[in-house]
């Protein structure tokens, strides 16, 4: 899968984003390591704290059908109109990638079109995460 491929399907999950409230629209698409892509888009609410981030709803439709071995997510946000902007994840959606995902190895590419784009680990995003090694027996001594 291409990195340009990647963006493509992020740029057209962001047409589907239900932002009224905030009017900023983000795509997400995530790459498993078997080569499959799941997409995900924000969904808000009036509720605000019902809403979810674009990277969730694909993380979280990606485990809900069986898939937990993923090599790269990619994300376009801003809003309305182009992306004019990087649109890093929120620490939320970085907590959700470490528990699935390699801290050294898991690309995180925000992208604005298909050629401008940067590509951070996930580990450089979320530096000294809490995971489950830290609630493994011998820690909590
Ligand atoms: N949002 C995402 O979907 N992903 C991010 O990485 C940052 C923020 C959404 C949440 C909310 O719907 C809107 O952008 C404004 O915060």
Redesign the pocket.
Known sequence: MEIKELIRSALAARKTAY?PY?Q?L?GAALLCKDGTVYTGC?I?NASYPA?N???RTAIFKAVSEGKKDFSAIC?A?GREGEVSEY????GI?RQVCAEFCDADTFQIILAKNETEYRIYTLGELLPLGFGAAQLKAENTK
């Not at 649109?87 to 929120?90: F, I």
């Open positions: 932002a905030s900023f983000v924000n808000e809403g981030c674009a990277e994300i946000g649109c890093p994840p929120c959606c």
